[in-house]
Structures are given as structure tokens and as C-alpha cells.
């Protein structure tokens, strides 16, 4: 198919488009080996051909930082554009503190309503970014949605018990229920009267009522024990095994 022979309006380049297409309103063609200076200061050595023609409406692309009035916040823009006008927003990260001491992830424009250059009204909504705060029954962190001031839901994440043959495929608090933390009475950990027999959560994944542990342990080796209360009071003269 032959190309449009057609003339362009205000210069004397082809149309590029195939004969019978549109063509189209401006000229694209690449217009180079120029000088032009703009106000900003910038120099433009190329321009599209309807750009040359009026280079009135040639603005200045050049990536420049900017100080965002009212919040602050340096961005990176194109030169032309004017973080002034009224209706420019603020697409940096918002950064201020939350309620739950995290620091703000939204785009600023999203919590900060600005006017003259002055903020007049700031709402961050609810925090959704993931809790992370370590569980204390087993090695996983809570991914459930900011939830300051309130427990941490079940651990959902898998189970990481496995041996040779097989992997648990129980959530991991599922998992903990059924652990063994009474090795005196065969208790499992979800039969427990926490009140009565508090427990223990190693940071090898077990869990132990606080009798099971000290036997297992051998404290009484190791610590001068009240006949009266059965409570240890302090150490003896070796320091093992706590100076492993």
C-alpha cells in the first residue's frame, strides 16, 4: 500500500500514514539540529514539526525536583509543570505518623486536602498495612491488616512440623492446639487451664506447661528450691547451664 502524498498544513512534510487513511491534525515529523531556549532555562535541540511551527505551545520535559507547598514533599516532575495550581496533587508517599505509630503509605493527595498552599484538612483512614507483630506460640508473624490496641487473630500461615516422610498441612494454629505442652499429664495445649499451669513457648517451636520445662530442664539442678512454695529462688554455684 503507497503512502499518502498529501502535504502537511504549515510545513512540507509527507503525511506518514498509508494512502486513504486519516491524517493527521499536526505534524510528528522529528524536526532536529536546532536551538531553542526556553524561559525555564532548559534548551531544546529537537522539536515535532508542529512544535516548530508554534513555539509557543513547546513546553520544557525536562525531569526537575520540586518542593511541594503546604506538605513539603520533594518530587520529581516534568520542568512545565506548576506544583502551584490549585488543582495539582501531591503523588508523593504521605509518610506522616498513624495511630499505630507506623508511618502513612498513601499517596499525599489522598490524605491531605490543601489550599493556598496550606493544608486545611488531613485524613489518613484506617491502617492497612500487614500488623507483623511476632506471635508468641510459634515463629510466624501476624499478617492480618493493622489492628492496633486488639489481639492478634489465629496464625493462618502453614504449619512448619514435618519429617522425613510428610509435612503438617494444618495452619499453624490448628498445629499448636494439638502440641503436647503437659509432659506430666499427656496434655495437649489447647486442654489447658492457662490460669492454673501458665506456658512456655520456646523459640524451637515447643511448648511446655512451666513444671514440664523446669523437669526437662533439670532446674533443680541448677537452682535452690523453697520446700514450702516449690519455687526456685536462686541460683546455685554453677552457673550452667545459662552459661551456654
Given at each position: 500500500?503507497k ?23 499536526c505534524?510528528?515529523?522529528l ?26 505551545k ?43 505509630a ?14 493556598n ?5 488531613s ?24 489492628h ?97
Open positions: 500500500m503512502l499518502c502524498t498529501k502535504l502537511k498544513d504549515g510545513c512540507e512534510h509527507l503525511c506518514l500514514h498509508p494512502c486513504g487513511a486519516l491524517c493527521d491534525a505534524c510528528s515529523v524536526v532536529d539540529n536546532i536551538a531553542l531556549a526556553l524561559r525555564c532555562g532548559y534548551e531544546k535541540n529537537a522539536l515535532l514539526s508542529w512544535e516548530y511551527q508554534d513555539q509557543t513547546v513546553v520544557c520535559r525536562e525531569m526537575v525536583k520540586r518542593t511541594v507547598p503546604g506538605c513539603g514533599h520533594e518530587v520529581t516532575i516534568a520542568c512545565h509543570v506548576d506544583i502551584n495550581y490549585e488543582d495539582f496533587s501531591c503523588f508523593a508517599t504521605c509518610g506522616d505518623p498513624l495511630r499505630c507506623r508511618a502513612c503509605k498513601s499517596p499525599c493527595w489522598k490524605c491531605n486536602t490543601c489550599a498552599g496550606i493544608i486545611s484538612k485524613d489518613h483512614g484506617k491502617c492497612k498495612q500487614p500488623c507483623n507483630r511476632r506471635y508468641s506460640t510459634c515463629k510466624h508473624l501476624c499478617k492480618a491488616p493493622c492496633s490496641g486488639e489481639p492478634c487473630p489465629l496464625c493462618t500461615a502453614k504449619c512448619d512440623s514435618r519429617c522425613s516422610h510428610a509435612r503438617c498441612t494444618q495452619p499453624c494454629s490448628e498445629s499448636v492446639k494439638g502440641m503436647q505442652a503437659d509432659l506430666l499429664m499427656f496434655t495437649a495445649y489447647r486442654d489447658m487451664d492457662l490460669d492454673a499451669g501458665p506456658c512456655v513457648f520456646t523459640s524451637c517451636g515447643h511448648i511446655f506447661t512451666t513444671n514440664s520445662l523446669d523437669g526437662t530442664m533439670g532446674m533443680q539442678n541448677y537452682c535452690e528450691i523453697d520446700l514450702r512454695t516449690r519455687k526456685f529462688t536462686r541460683l546455685k554455684l554453677s552457673p550452667l547451664p545459662f552459661s551456654i
